[in-house]
């Protein structure tokens, strides 16, 4: 029986993993906070108390951490994944990355002959709830073929972009296209209530039209009634916007428009509100103060 390590038990990571376990597939976790391992032990999944203990005798390893700091810990740590999984794993990356990051472990991975792809997701809690999330592969191709079945019981599409980098390169192109459609959405509710508009009318209407795309459909209405819930946080945006920057910089792209959002999202995780949903950059911008 296939047996995956899974890395990261937080909103997302935990929503994916039960998911792998619902199809049958062997599973052992590991979390930083073992709080969070507590209903996979309640199901009768393994709970390993380190990466190292996870990854043993792994068929595959997913991972999906905060960050490339994280990353690197886990990835790179003297009893991490690089350093204690057997040669011919496959480890699918779903964190955030900078291709930076995924390359020096893809290297570092494949002295070891263990395969490491760069495989964020596009979706969120509903998503990743529903099995449809989906990957953005960057990789050997042999071992996105191998892996193929580990991602269909997590999403809906896994596509393979290119080689090490690629999946994190265009994870981080969507997610500054998202923060900055989300900025605007921003700009729109505050407009749409100085004057007064329905709100439903408003959200209806520009659902239907040009604009209309999840985030239309989604943020707006969360912004318009102050529902901060977060699904995916303001934090985690202004750090992916950050990499995607320092991407574009490295390439020699202008960023004049994904710099000026930037700043909102800095702006925002500087006030205190780095934890609320990236709808919350309404209350930042019209200078609100969250509901506790």
Not at 51 to 65: E, L, M, R, T, Y
């Amino acid at each position: 029986m296939t047996t995956v390590a899974f890395i990261g038990l937080g909103a997302m990571g935990s929503r994916m993993a039960m998911n792998l376990h619902a199809t049958g597939i062997k599973l052992r976790v590991y979390n930083r906070d073992k709080a969070k391992t507590k209903p996979f032990a309640d199901k009768g999944i393994e709970v390993a108390d380190s990466v190292a203990a996870v990854v043993k005798g792994a068929d595959f390893v997913v991972s999906i951490i905060a960050d490339d700091a994280a990353t690197r810990a886990v990835m790179l740590g003297d009893a991490g994944v690089v350093a204690s999984a057997a040669k011919g794993t496959i480890v699918l990356d779903s964190s955030t990355n900078s291709p930076a990051m995924v390359k020096e472990v893809a290297a570092a991975a494949a002295k070891k002959g263990i395969v490491y792809l760069d495989a964020p997701v596009s979706g969120s809690l509903a998503q990743a709830q529903g099995k449809e999330l989906v990957f953005l592969v960057g990789g050997d191709a042999k071992g996105f073929e191998k892996a193929q079945p580990i991602m269909a019981a997590m999403g809906r599409l896994a596509k393979r972009i290119g080689d090490t980098g690629a999946g994190a390169t265009l994870k981080l192109i969507n997610n500054m296209i998202s923060a900055t459609l989300t900025a605007a959405l921003v700009e729109a509710a505050m407009t749409a209530e100085a004057a007064g508009l329905d709100k439903d009318a408003t959200v209806e209407i520009l659902s239907e039209g040009a604009a209309g795309c999840r985030l239309t459909k989604t943020k707006l209405p969360k912004m318009l009634k102050r529902d901060y819930a977060p699904q995916f946080q303001i934090a985690l945006m202004d750090k992916d916007v950050r990499y995607y920057l320092a991407m574009a910089q490295d390439l020699d792209v202008p960023t004049p428009v994904s710099s000026a959002v930037r700043s909102q999202y800095q702006g925002a995780r500087r006030a205190a509100l780095g934890a609320l949903d990236t709808a919350g950059l309404f209350a930042y911008a019209a200078s609100e103060k969250p509901k506790a």
